[in-house]
């Protein structure tokens, strides 16, 4: 049957070239429309790969060369051409090996004051245009021309064959010859011109398409710098943003404004941004390294541009996807063990980072601190552990003690009900509307209210009764000379005396401690000033923020305002109201603009210009000795109105996309609001949209590469007070001080007699930084020598993070873990009794303290080190690695190794992991699989917190190994050391798609419960273990029965059934049967 339909259309096909009956012609030409007009494009393919674009080529050239040229067969033939065109790629080609290109050409001129057959030649025209070779052609052989005849001043009638003719003209532009072709003959004026004309005289909108058509010309023309150029020269600026700016919110208008937006972007100017030099404002001499000079932006002539459009970007693609050229297919590499990276001997040195191993029971006793805990501090009576200096701070220590109780149990409660109830305990915020401050219910003055409804004095009041300086209330000076100033003891006095009378407590933080240890905190620069929210502390909100609904057309009118600042330069104040570049101060308090500061640890602001009253563009610092990795931000700002929407561009942003496009804000810290007891950071912004702008790095900066691109960040904000005093962050900050703080107060926090908690120093930084190394692991049960063989022989578990400065979340889910394994929780205590946990809270303390966003003080993602890391240039990763060679050597790998770390393009919470075979599957490279042997359990974690965590998913999980990933610590703890569970654990610094958090924004609490999930995680992996011991089994039914009372008992049954399906096959029949007992007696 095929056959002979083939042989059918071949004889149609073969009858129509050699034909010359009109009759037959038409009746064929009719047949064939009738064929291809229904069904699928399938039909069409078909028709093309029978030669049926030749017979018809054919059959027009035949045609077309009679002496008198038959319309009646020429119009049908055009029509099936432009239909049969569209789907043949090389139907441009064809034509001109036909000799149908010329001819097409010459019907046209033919026909310019007959509409309908120049329409179909326009028709034809436009498909083998579609080939640029083919539409430089057209070009050398006069087509523009021709089409300006056709393409009139604004007129009502022969409208579709001008359509047409702005179509044919669009397409031939995309050829570069045809583009500088129209630049010198002046076209680019006249395409101006006719567009306004349409423009203006088109008011009911009815021809939206020709007017669409004119400008997509002018879009091909200006990909050209010399069509940019002419287009500048003729005021194309400026006549298409007067054009468009009374029709922004027609909706009829969109096919036009969206071009409109493309070729202004393309054409504004490209620039370098408004800083003396590419590199850090601050500098860091690294050993070894000889000092360049900094690379400096030239002017604009040094720019290479691509011309690249980017339209507005309104879905969410986000990064997920391997590239399957970057998957490692060498066998070899992915399954052979490279040799130690050291001498042997070396390894020695980490048995001090070891003592559980060695220890009597005597020695740990005496000894429960580390190398971290020695100092004494000139505030040490104001730690408020085991102290009571005075009656207030003696209250002050009761509620500490007592918020971290509440800490504890809301903690526990979380665990249990997350895992046997599968219910959130977030209170979930009600949806507001775009714009709505989160403080909106706070009045700005006078007597206010904590939360907890208590009265609090008027702070406005009491701040000009004392009259305090606002720094030294809100940045506490810290320096060598710390006792010694007399300006830094009254502000000590002053922040004395806000903490009595308005401190809220936070659990586990103390203001004092937090003080002393900044004093021993070194940044390259030596900070001077505290950030007034790190040294009060912060407590998550009661409810959980949405994420921002965006709103449609944001971007389009930010790249608008950008546009008026170019064509209207008299209305930008543009003035450098702060620096880190220029002499300070720049800033006058009495002057009419916002105070910025940012020489705080972790703070980043370079650079703040105030462009109109209530606007600034903002310039990020880069990371130290780098010339690249602008996003993490955290600044002061004051000076501010209420109830006033102030506007911020971060200019200098560098990656392509951002979750600030799809529902992400920014945090805010409110000094006013802490003071009023509510010290938060809260989810902020609106109008909040991430974009390419036009500033560009020169090729000189970038080292003779073409200059990358820059993409603008803006928000707006409306502040909650005036004259406040905010701050503003890309993420929740957690500053290496707070780290700092927070372990000496879980130290001194724990029971000594059940919990083994240890600070060593891993190493010291570049930077001169203590890196801690924390172990945690239960007390053995008396000094014998059976406890003391069980408290030894317990595996380990290794948790890493914050390798990645500005990936401040992952310092969040760290301080959940930490406080969960030293909790009364029975889940800890389990943990604890089963496992060492050797713990990394911060790999790179140094790019923490000084405000970068990925690397340390040599200019180096440390994440791309551990192959072969430097004892001098990356210390903190070349003790990782030794650390974890040693218990490599002693043959105690851990049984999973975690990286914790930040994502800035996902959602959700997941984890990367490492598989030998997905990784040849997706690289469809299946040779040699078949002989592989690989435990699949590396899945088995991932598996079990997409169950538990409701931040967590599955689905975002991958395993596969990339060569650009070969030298992170998954990749080198999996293959050197051979732990097949090799993690990195992703946390989104946007929030949910799904599950349970579904459109909500990440908070710290949800971060700390992510922490606090995966530690129970590796409980029921444990569990699942083939090696898991009759002892923990029945521990862990007893725990599951403890909690009867608490939950639902449907469902816990249902969880009860679940654990005994898992460990029936592996468990003695004696603990089955404890289970089943547990299990009959819920059901009863």
Not at 390 to 415: I, T
Not at 582 to 608: H, I, T, V
């Amino acid at each position: 049957m095929a056959e002979q339909e083939a042989s059918g259309l071949q004889v149609l096909l073969h009858t129509l070239q050699s034909s010359s009956d009109k009759k037959s012609i038409l009746t064929i030409l009719k047949v064939l429309g009738d064929l291809l007009s229904v069904g699928t494009d399938r039909r069409i393919h078909y028709m093309i790969s029978k030669g049926g674009s030749e017979a018809l080529l054919q059959t027009l050239v035949d045609t077309a060369r009679t002496a008198s040229p038959d319309y009646d067969i020429l119009l049908p033939l055009f029509r099936l051409l432009a239909k049969v065109g569209l789907r043949d790629k090389k139907i441009g080609r064809k034509a001109l090996e036909l000799e149908a290109l010329d001819v097409t050409l010459i019907l046209a001129r033919k026909n310019l004051s007959h509409d309908q057959n120049l329409l179909h030649c326009l028709w034809a025209l436009r498909v083998f245009a579609s080939s640029v070779s083919m539409g430089a052609m057209l070009g050398i052989n006069g087509a523009m021309e021709l089409l300006f005849k056709v393409i009139t001043p604004y007129t009502q009638k022969r409208t579709q064959t001008i359509r047409a003719a702005t179509e044919v003209l669009a397409v031939l532009l995309k050829s570069k010859s045809n583009g500088r072709r129209a630049v010198n003959r002046g076209y680019v004026t006249s395409l101006l011109w006719l567009h306004q004309d349409w423009h203006s005289r088109d008011t009911a909108n009815t021809y939206v398409q020709i007017r669409r058509g004119l400008l997509l010309c002018l879009k091909h023309i200006s990909a050209l710098r010399s069509g940019r150029e002419a287009f500048l020269a003729a005021q194309g600026m400026e006549i298409l943003f007067s054009t468009t700016q009374n029709c922004l919110d027609d909706k009829s208008m969109e096919p036009v404004i969206s071009v409109v937006l493309q070729i202004l972007r393309q054409c504004y100017p490209k620039s370098p941004l408004p800083l003396v030099t590419a590199s850090s404002a601050y500098a860091f001499p690294v050993p070894g390294h000889i000092a360049t000079e900094p690379p400096c932006d030239l002017p604009e002539e040094d720019f290479e541009d691509d011309g690249d459009d980017e339209v507005d970007k309104d879905s969410d693609t986000e990064d997920g996807k391997v590239e399957d050229d970057d998957l490692e297919t060498d066998v070899n590499k992915l399954t052979s063990k490279p040799g130690l990276d050291r001498p042997e001997e070396e390894l020695m040195q980490y048995e001090a980072m070891c003592l559980e191993l060695s220890y009597s029971f005597e020695e740990l006793e005496s000894k429960p601190g580390g190398d971290l805990n020695s100092e004494t501090t000139q505030y040490a009576n104001h730690h408020h552990i085991l102290t009571a200096a005075s009656s207030k701070q003696h209250c002050y220590n009761k509620d500490q003690s007592s918020c971290g109780q509440e800490r504890e149990d809301s903690v526990r409660s979380s665990l249990l009900c997350m895992v046997k109830t599968q219910r959130s305990t977030v209170h979930l915020g009600s949806k507001r509307k775009p714009g709505v401050n989160p403080y909106q219910n706070v009045q700005s003055n006078s007597l206010g209210r904590d939360s907890s409804g208590s009265e609090i004095p008027d702070i406005q009041a009491s701040l000009k009764a004392d009259a305090w300086d606002i720094d030294a209330i809100f940045c506490p000076r810290m320096s060598a000379s710390f006792s010694n100033s007399t300006r830094t003891g009254e502000a000590v006095e002053v922040i004395d005396k806000l903490l009595q009378t308005h401190l809220k407590c936070v659990p586990f933080h103390d203001p004092y401690l937090y003080m002393a240890k900044a004093r021993r905190t070194s940044s390259v620069v030596d900070f001077k000033m505290v950030a007034f929210p790190d040294v009060w502390g912060h407590c998550p909100p009661s409810t959980t923020q949405p994420m921002l609904e965006r709103k449609c057309g944001v971007q389009r009118i930010r790249i608008f305002e950008d546009i008026r600042r170019l064509i209207q330069p008299s209305d930008v104040i543009n003035k450098v109201v702060f620096s880190l570049d220029e002499p300070w101060p720049l800033q006058d308090n009495a002057s009419n603009c916002l105070q910025f500061f940012s020489k705080f640890e972790s703070g980043n602001l370079r650079k703040a210009i105030q462009v109109r009253e209530f606007e600034y563009d903002l310039l990020v610092n880069v990371d130290v000795n780098s010339t690249q990795h602008q996003q993490w931000f955290y600044f002061k700002v004051s000076g501010m109105q209420a109830a006033v929407p102030y506007h911020f561009n971060i200019i200098n942003c560098e990656k392509p996309n951002s979750q600030f496009n799809y529902g992400m804000q920014p945090t805010l810290y409110s000094v006013k609001e802490a003071l009023l007891g509510r010290p938060t950071w809260i989810r902020t912004g609106y109008e909040i949209c991430y974009y390419k702008n036009h500033y560009r790095q020169s090729t000189a900066a970038a080292g003779g590469a073409s200059g990358k691109c820059y993409y603008t960040l803006t928000f707006a904000v409306t502040f909650p007070h005036n004259e406040d005093v905010c701050y503003l962050a890309y993420h929740y900050p957690y500053t290496y001080t707070a780290l700092m703080t927070h372990l000496d107060i879980l130290e001194k926090s724990v029971n000594l007699k059940e919990v083994y908690f240890r600070q060593d120093v891993l190493c010291q930084t570049l930077g001169g930084n203590p890196c801690p190394l924390v172990t945690i692991t239960a007390m053995p049960e008396s000094n014998s020598d059976e406890h003391l063989e069980q408290f030894r022989h317990r595996p380990y578990q290794v948790i890493t993070a914050r390798v990645h400065p500005g990936e401040s979340n992952a310092s969040w889910v760290m301080k959940g873990t930490l406080e969960f394994l030293v909790s009364s929780d029975p889940v800890a205590r389990l943990l604890r009794e089963n496992f060492i946990f050797k713990i990394i809270p911060m790999l790179n303390p140094d790019g923490v303290i000084n405000g970068n966003h990925r690397c340390s003080l040599s200019g180096e993602d440390l994440n791309r080190q551990w192959l072969s890391p430097s004892a001098h240039l990356q210390p903190t990763i070349y003790h990782a690695k030794g650390l974890l060679y040693h218990l490599s050597s002693i043959g105690r790998s851990p049984v999973v190794f975690c990286d914790f770390h930040g994502h800035s393009q996902k959602k959700n919470v997941f984890l990367y992991g490492c598989s030998i075979k997905e990784t040849l599957w997706q690289a469809a490279c299946t040779v040699g699989t078949s002989t592989i042997l690989e435990d699949v359990n590396y899945r088995t974690l991932p598996k079990i917190l997409d169950k538990l965590a409701p931040a967590f998913t599955m689905s975002s999980c991958s395993f596969l190994v990339e060569k650009s990933r070969a030298s992170t610590a998954r990749v080198v703890v999996w293959r050197e050391m051979g732990v097949s569970r090799s993690y990195t654990m992703e946390s989104s610094y946007c929030g949910c798609n799904q599950g349970p958090y579904q459109g909500l924004q990440f908070g710290t609490r949800e971060l700390e419960e992510m922490g606090a999930m995966f530690c129970l995680g590796l409980l029921i992996l444990e569990l699942k273990s083939a090696s898991c011991s009759h002892q923990l089994l029945a521990r862990a039914a007893t725990l599951l029965s403890a909690e009867e009372e608490a939950l639902d008992q449907h469902l816990q049954r249902k969880y009860i059934k679940r654990v005994i399906k898992v460990l029936k096959m592996r468990t003695s029949w004696y603990v089955f049967h404890l289970l089943s007992i547990e299990l009959s007696h819920h059901e009863t």
